[in-house]
C-alpha cells in the first residue's frame, strides 16, 4: 500500500502560482535533452524527472491533496501548462495519467482503488497506459472485441489492444474490455485496471515512421484479473470510457505555446537565412491563426473555470491545431527542403509528429463527425 | 500568458449571452427581407435606418451621459455580430464603431450633431483606407483615416456631388461608395477612442460583423441539409456535405474566439491590441472563405438563384471582407511583423512531440 503524503493546497493567487512555477523551472529543468525517452535510460531519466516534479509538488496540479496532488483549480494547471512548455522543459511520460486516466479514476474509482493507484501514477512508480483502440476497433470504438470473462472470483481477460502509447515501459493499463455478449456494441463493456507485468500478457513495440516506438501492441492470453480491478459498474464500461475521452479533451494551454514556438523556431529559421520575401503572407497568415488558437483556449479555460461542462470543443482544437501544426512544419519543408527531414535533425519528429496529428486521438473525420452530430445537430449518418 | 482576470473576463458572461440574444430578436425582422431594403437604383431607407436607430446600437459604445448605452468593445462585438447574422444595411459599424464615438470624444459643441445621429435623423459613416464606405452620398459626417490625426469631415455638401449606383457595388443592399478624401475645409481632428485609431476600431467592428454574416451563412446550410433530401435521406446525412459545415464551424469558432480576444485586449488597454485586431481580420476573412465555399456548395442550385437569399449573405460577407484591409495585405502586415520580432531573439528550436 502506498503511503499518502498530504499536500498543502496550491496558494490561490495565480499571479504567486505562476511565478513560483516559473522561478522553480528555471532552477531544475534540465539543461539541454535528457536522452530519449524511446530507450531504456531516457525512459528512467524520465521517470526522475517525474518524482522530481513530484517532490516538489507540480504533479497533479489540479488533483485533490489527499491523492498526492496540488488541489489547484483548472487556471492553476493552464499556468503550470504554459511555464512548462515556454521553459521547453522535458515531454512528460505521466502525461494520460495526469490528463485522463487518474481523473476517471477520482470519478469511478473505489476509495479503496484511488489510495491504492493514484499516488503512484503522480510520482511515475507505475506508468499507466490506455486500453482502448484494437485493430478492429479504432475509430469504431464500440466495436471493442477484448474479452474479459467472468470466472466466478476474477476475470479472465483474451484480445489485443494496439496503439498502446508507453506500451513498453507500462505496468498498469486501464483497459475497456467485453464482459457482456459479442456484438454488444455500447453495452456490455466495462473497464478493468490490468497488470501489464502479470503472467499472459504480451508487450510488442510497434516502430512508427519516425523510427520511435512510442507505442505498442499488447496482445491478453488467459490474463487474471482480480475482481477489485473493475472500474465503475460491470458492463457499464462506455459511460466510464466516454467520461475519460471528455477529460481527454479538456483543454491544454500548453498546446498554444507549444504552436508558437515551433513557428518562432521557423520564422528564426527564415531570418537566419537572410529571409524569405515569398513567404511573408504565409507567415501572417499562420501568425494569425495561432492568434485565434491562444484566443479560444483562454476562452475555453475561462469556460472550465466557470463551471461549464466539457462539450466537444476538443474536436475543434484537434481539427484546427494539426492542420495549423502541419502547415507550420510543411512550410519549413517547403523552404528549406529534404534536408530538413533528416533524421538527425531537430525537425524530423515534429515533421512527423504533426503528420499524425490529424489521426492520433481520433482521426479528423471522426472529429468532424463529432462536431456535425453534437453541435451542428445534422442528422447522423 | 492566461491571468485570473483574463480568463474571467474572456468566458462571455451571462449578461453578454443575453445581450445577444435580445440583439438577435431586434434585428432580425421576419417580416421584413433586408434583400429589397434598396431598391434598384439604391435608394436609401431612411425608415430602416430610424428603426435601427431606436435598437440603441448606434450609440452603444457612446457614454451614457452623452445618449448612448454605455457598452464596452466587447459588448459591442456582441451587438455587431448579431448585426452581421441579420444582414443590418448601412453603416452600422461605421456609426456605432467610428462616427458615434467620434462625436461624442468632441463634445459638447457636437452633441446635436451626436444627438441627431443617434436619432438617426443624420446619418455618420466613415470610410477606410481606400475611401470608400456606405451611404456616404446621404451622410452629414464623415470620419477619413488619415495620416497624424484622424478627421472628421461634415460631409453635408457631398449629397450632391456623390451618387451611389447599384453599378458601383457589389449587391444592391449595401451601398458603398468612393468618398471624400479629408481635405475638405470642416474637417476636424480626432482623438484616439479607447486607444485606438479609426481604421482599427472599423477593422475590428468589420471582423465582428463578418464573422456574423459567416455564422448567419452557416445556420442556413445547417438548416437546409437537414431538410433536402436526395437518395431518400437528408444530405446533411452524408459525410461528404457535413465535413464541409463542419469545417467552416471550426474556423467560425475560432475567428470568433479570435475577434473577441482582440475587444478584449482594447478593454484592458493593451498596447499591442491593435496587431491582434488585424489578426482577427484575418481569422474573420478566414472564416468567411470557408463558409462561402461550403455553404453555397451545400445549397447547390438552389443557392444560386436569384429568389433564394443566400446570395445576399454571401455578397455581404465578400464586401466586409474587402472593409478596412484585404486579407493579404493584412497577412503580410502581420508576416512582417513577426519577422521583425523573431530577428531580436535567440533562435529556438520546435518543441519535442510527446511521443
Same mark, same amino acid.
Given at each position: 500500500m502506498e503511503t499518502v503524503r498530504h499536500r498543502e493546497p496550491v496558494v490561490t493567487d495565480h499571479e504567486e502560482f505562476r511565478r513560483q512555477v516559473r522561478a522553480w523551472l528555471a532552477g531544475?529543468?534540465?539543461?539541454?535533452?535528457?536522452?530519449?525517452?524511446?530507450t531504456d535510460d531516457g525512459f528512467g531519466a524520465h521517470r526522475d524527472w517525474e518524482r522530481r516534479l513530484y517532490d516538489a509538488g507540480y504533479?497533479?496540479?489540479?488533483?485533490?491533496?489527499?491523492?498526492?496532488?496540488?488541489?489547484?483549480?483548472v487556471l492553476h494547471e493552464a499556468i503550470f501548462a504554459e511555464e512548462y512548455e515556454l521553459a521547453g522543459a522535458p515531454v512528460r511520460i505521466t502525461r494520460p495519467a495526469q490528463r485522463f486516466l487518474g481523473p476517471t479514476l477520482i470519478r469511478y474509482g473505489s476509495a479503496e482503488q484511488r489510495r491504492r493507484w493514484l499516488p503512484g501514477m503522480l510520482r511515475a512508480d507505475h506508468i499507466w497506459c490506455q486500453g482502448f483502440s484494437e485493430p478492429d476497433a479504432g475509430?469504431?470504438?464500440?466495436?471493442?472485441?477484448t474479452r474479459a470473462r467472468w470466472d466466478g472470483d476474477r476475470f479472465v481477460v483474451d484480445g489485443q489492444k494496439t496503439w498502446t502509447t508507453y506500451g513498453r515501459f507500462g505496468d498498469r493499463m486501464f483497459t475497456l474490455a467485453r464482459?457482456?455478449?459479442?456484438?454488444?456494441r455500447h453495452r456490455g463493456l466495462s473497464c478493468l485496471v490490468i497488470d501489464?507485468?502479470?503472467?499472459g500478457v504480451r508487450v510488442r513495440p510497434v516502430r512508427q515512421a519516425h523510427g520511435q516506438t512510442g507505442f505498442a501492441e499488447v496482445f491478453f492470453d488467459s490474463v487474471a484479473v482480480p475482481?477489485?480491478?473493475?472500474?465503475?459498474p460491470r458492463d457499464e464500461g462506455w459511460d466510464v470510457a466516454m467520461t475519460l475521452l471528455s477529460f481527454e479533451r479538456g483543454p491544454d494551454a500548453g498546446a498554444p505555446v507549444r504552436t508558437r514556438r515551433r513557428l518562432d523556431a521557423l520564422v528564426g529559421d527564415i531570418v537566419e537565412a537572410g529571409?524569405?520575401?515569398?513567404t511573408v503572407r504565409d507567415l501572417g497568415d499562420l501568425y494569425a491563426r495561432l492568434s485565434a488558437f491562444q484566443a479560444y483556449t483562454c476562452r475555453r479555460v475561462g469556460a472550465r473555470l466557470a463551471g461549464e461542462p466539457v462539450g466537444a470543443e476538443s474536436s475543434l482544437v484537434k481539427l484546427f491545431a494539426a492542420r495549423l501544426d502541419a502547415d507550420i512544419v510543411q512550410l519549413g519543408v517547403e523552404l528549406f527542403?529534404?534536408?530538413?527531414?533528416?533524421?538527425?535533425?531537430?525537425e524530423f519528429l515534429d515533421y512527423w509528429h504533426s503528420r499524425a496529428g490529424s489521426i492520433y486521438g481520433g482521426t479528423a473525420e471522426i472529429q468532424r463527425n463529432v462536431v456535425a452530430d453534437r453541435i451542428l445537430g445534422l442528422p447522423r449518418c | 500568458m492566461l491571468t485570473a482576470e483574463q480568463v474571467r473576463l474572456r468566458a462571455p458572461s451571462a449578461e453578454q449571452r443575453e445581450l445577444a440574444a435580445s440583439a438577435a430578436g431586434m434585428f432580425?425582422?421576419? =417580416? @421584413?427581407? +433586408? &434583400?429589397?431594403?434598396?431598391g434598384p437604383e439604391g435608394d436609401f431607407d431612411r425608415g430602416r435606418w430610424t428603426e435601427l436607430a431606436g435598437t440603441g446600437l448606434l450609440g452603444a459604445a457612446v457614454p451614457e451621459g452623452a445618449g448612448?448605452?454605455?457598452?464596452?468593445v466587447p459588448d459591442l462585438v456582441v451587438l455587431t455580430e448579431q448585426a452581421g447574422r441579420a444582414l443590418l444595411p448601412g453603416p452600422v459599424v461605421e456609426t456605432s464603431w467610428i462616427a458615434a464615438p467620434a462625436l461624442a470624444a468632441l463634445g459638447q459643441e457636437w452633441a446635436p450633431a451626436l444627438a441627431a445621429t443617434l436619432h438617426g435623423d443624420r446619418v455618420a459613416a466613415a470610410v477606410d483606407a481606400t475611401l470608400r464606405g456606405p451611404d456616404l452620398d446621404v451622410a452629414s459626417y464623415v470620419v477619413v483615416p488619415a495620416d497624424g490625426s484622424d478627421l472628421l469631415c461634415a460631409?453635408?455638401?457631398l449629397g450632391a456631388t456623390l451618387r451611389v449606383s447599384?453599378? =458601383? @457595388?457589389? +449587391? &444592391?443592399s449595401f451601398r458603398i461608395a468612393r468618398g471624400p478624401?479629408?481635405?475638405?475645409?470642416a474637417a476636424q481632428p480626432l482623438p484616439l477612442t479607447d486607444g485606438l485609431r479609426v481604421l482599427d476600431r472599423g477593422r475590428l467592428g468589420a471582423a465582428a460583423y463578418l464573422v456574423g454574416v459567416a455564422g448567419g451563412l452557416l445556420e442556413q446550410s445547417i438548416s437546409y441539409a437537414r431538410l433536402r433530401e436526395q437518395f431518400g435521406r437528408p444530405?446533411?446525412?452524408f459525410q461528404a456535405v457535413r465535413h464541409r459545415l463542419a469545417d467552416s464551424y471550426v474556423e467560425l469558432e475560432f475567428a470568433r474566439s479570435a475577434v473577441w480576444g482582440a475587444a478584449c485586449d482594447v478593454a484592458e488597454g493593451d498596447p499591442a491590441a491593435p496587431v491582434a485586431i488585424t489578426c482577427a481580420s484575418v481569422a474573420a476573412r478566414r472564416a468567411f472563405a470557408e463558409a462561402d465555399r461550403h455553404c453555397l456548395q451545400t445549397h447547390g442550385?438552389?443557392?444560386?438563384?436569384?429568389?433564394?437569399?443566400l446570395h445576399v449573405w454571401l455578397k455581404r460577407g465578400a464586401t466586409f471582407a474587402a472593409r478596412y484591409g484585404l486579407r493579404r495585405d493584412l497577412e503580410t502586415e502581420l508576416g512582417e511583423r513577426l519577422l521583425a520580432r523573431t530577428g531580436q531573439q535567440p533562435r529556438g528550436r520546435p518543441p519535442r512531440p510527446h511521443i
Open positions: 531544475n529543468v534540465p539543461a539541454g535533452d535528457l536522452p530519449d525517452p524511446d504533479s497533479g496540479i489540479s488533483w485533490p491533496t489527499e491523492y498526492g496532488g496540488r488541489g489547484g483549480d475509430s469504431d470504438l464500440a466495436g471493442v472485441r464482459t457482456g455478449e459479442p456484438g454488444g501489464m507485468r502479470g503472467a475482481a477489485g480491478n473493475l472500474v465503475g529571409g524569405s520575401p515569398g527542403g529534404d534536408e530538413r527531414l533528416a533524421e538527425r535533425a531537430p | 432580425f425582422r421576419p =417580416d @421584413r427581407d +433586408e &434583400r429589397v431594403d434598396a448612448g448605452l454605455g457598452l464596452s460631409a453635408d455638401r447599384t453599378q =458601383d @457595388r457589389l +449587391e &444592391r478624401d479629408g481635405g475638405g475645409s444530405i446533411g446525412a442550385g438552389i443557392g444560386f438563384t436569384w429568389e433564394h437569399p
